[in-house]
């Protein structure tokens, strides 16, 4: 089964080449604000990257270069989420959230001007963020009548430590990309003209490196922040590599083969 180069969707776009998936958020009349549409769309691409074996890296980005996302669309936002066609109100970005962090490959925001409000938790919870230098960042819940309680404000302050992630939300100022860079809430600025070829590069390297070895770490670096679900996440590669040895083989050979196990010949390591 090959899997398709492009995919259909309406709000987004999802592109493969070389290993890498770039998710394009396509709502530029709007800052490329998500609606729960666009969301569920962004759930099925990022799932879409997690199985796909020909992807190592995912890129996150949005169409044009003046936003990267302005968070929910407010015009369907309803009294208690925002409507989708049919009328149910979601907060459905937030599934969106953990779904980017369980992807086991690295996720990189590409970010060209505005990441606001749910737009920019979306990159923060990114595993990396490169932006150009006309990039702007910053939360606007408290002055819209919103708030992310959740990574927006427990993972911004592993970020960019609690001072600075209260400033954010408190004041609700926007930072430009070199402000963001000082408070490490971006790894690179670079010229917008770059931006992209910066970003691939970025790619290129991490799918030259041991792909074990980066979905162990990324586990790792969430394990903490997610508790008892982090946990999972790095215990569920242990497994993933026991299952590879011939010990754990044994076990299930016995069992197939009506048999007792051996497993006198695995040795205990120190
Ligand atoms: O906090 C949450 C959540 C928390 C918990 C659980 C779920 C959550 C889900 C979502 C959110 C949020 O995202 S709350 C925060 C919502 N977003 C905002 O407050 C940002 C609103 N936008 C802006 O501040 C500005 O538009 C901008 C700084 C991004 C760009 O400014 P700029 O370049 O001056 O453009 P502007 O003229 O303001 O916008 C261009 C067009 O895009 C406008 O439409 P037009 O007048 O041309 O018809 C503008 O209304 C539209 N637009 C921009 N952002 C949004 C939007 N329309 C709907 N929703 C938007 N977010």
New binding site residues.
Partial sequence: WQAPEDVLYEDIRYHRAEGIARITINRP???N??RPETIIELLDAFHRAHLDPEVGVVILTGQGE??FC??????VRGDG??RDAAGTEH?N??ELQRRIRSLPKPVVAMVA??A????H?LHLVCDLSIAADNA?F????P??G?????Y?AGLMARTVGLKKAKEIWFLCR?YDAQEALAMGLVNTVVPLAELEATTVDWCRRMLQLSPTALRCLKAAFNADADGLAGIQELAGNATGLFYQTEEAQEGRNAFLEKRPPDFSTYRRRP
């Avoid at 302005?70 to 015009?75: I, L, V, Y």
């Avoid at 606001?116 to 737009?119: E, F, L, N, S």
């Avoid at 910053?138 to 819940?141: E, M, N, R, Y």
């Fill in positions: 009349e709007v800052r604000a998500f003046l936003a302005s968070g929910g669309d407010q015009r989420g925002y907060l970005v937030l001007g505005y606001i409000g749910g737009g938790v702007r910053g939360q606007t819940g002055k819209v919103s708030f992310d309680a959740g927006g926007q």
